[in-house]
């Protein structure tokens, strides 16, 4: 199946751990992005990523970062976790800018 | 800094009545999202609106743009159980050349039989 795929689909810890989500497209997009949707549902963009630009929402904390080994990849990186890092972070591909594909989503819980 | 704006937040219908959910925007852009998302699922992409006047229906679900008033509808006809969902608006905050989408805090749509 062509989709956007994210590992693990649930993720408990704890505060001050380090943690990784992955996200993999098989649709030959070229732009990645990791958005955020809290408590209230709300959804937020954190990154965008081609493999010529990244660009981050200047509120998200350096403790998140991006790193994409190649196109069809970009993870998420989460050091010294905190308790307002719980949510359900979204990984979504698209061609250049246009329409954005969803991956399934990932729930963490920093306990 | 661009804001997207829906109402209502919280819509409650009876199945074969109508309705619209409405999407404002403060800045300029010709791109305007809106997708889907059931509790616990990811988000569905519904329309992609690109231009002024742009008007997309997919069987009881009718979305158009007037980027002059930066207003969007999504309108729902004769609604049934299986639309009960949140919809979410997302506008393109580099007018479509970034893909930075600032969503609306969604519409949460329940219909009662």
């Known amino acids: 199946d062509t989709a956007v795929s994210q590992t693990p689909k649930y993720l408990v810890t704890q505060m001050g751990n380090d943690k990784s989500i992955k996200c993999e497209q098989n649709?030959?997009?070229?732009?990645m992005y990791w958005y955020k949707q809290d408590s209230k549902k709300f959804l937020k963009i954190m990154f965008s990523y081609n493999n010529k630009e990244l660009i981050i929402n200047e509120t998200v904390p350096n403790r998140f970062s991006p790193k994409s080994p190649d196109k069809a990849h970009l993870n998420l990186h989460i050091n010294s976790l905190e308790l307002g890092d719980s949510a359900v972070y979204f990984c979504?591909?698209?061609?250049?800018?246009?329409?954005?594909?969803f991956g399934p989503g990932t729930r963490l819980t920093v306990l | 800094e661009l804001k997207v704006e829906q109402n209502p937040l919280f819509l409650s219908m009876q199945e074969g009545k109508n309705y619209t959910i409405y999407c404002n925007y403060s800045?300029?852009?010709?791109?305007l999202y809106w997708y889907r998302q059931d509790p616990g699922k990811s988000l569905e992409s519904l329309f992609v609106?690109?231009?002024?006047?742009a008007v997309k229906q997919e069987g009881r679900l009718m979305a158009s743009l007037d980027t002059k008033a930066r207003l969007s509808t999504l309108h729902i006809t004769a609604a049934v159980h299986d639309l009960s969902a949140t919809y979410f608006c997302?506008?393109?905050?580099?007018?479509?050349?970034?893909?930075?989408?600032?969503f609306g805090k969604g519409t949460k749509l329940s219909v009662k039989p």
């Open positions: 979504a591909s698209s061609h250049l800018s246009f329409e954005q594909f």
């Open positions: 800045t300029t852009s010709d791109r």
């Open positions: 609106l690109l231009s002024n006047g």
């Open positions: 649709l030959g997009h070229d732009t």
């Open positions: 997302a506008v393109d905050e580099g007018g479509g050349s970034q893909g930075n989408l600032i």
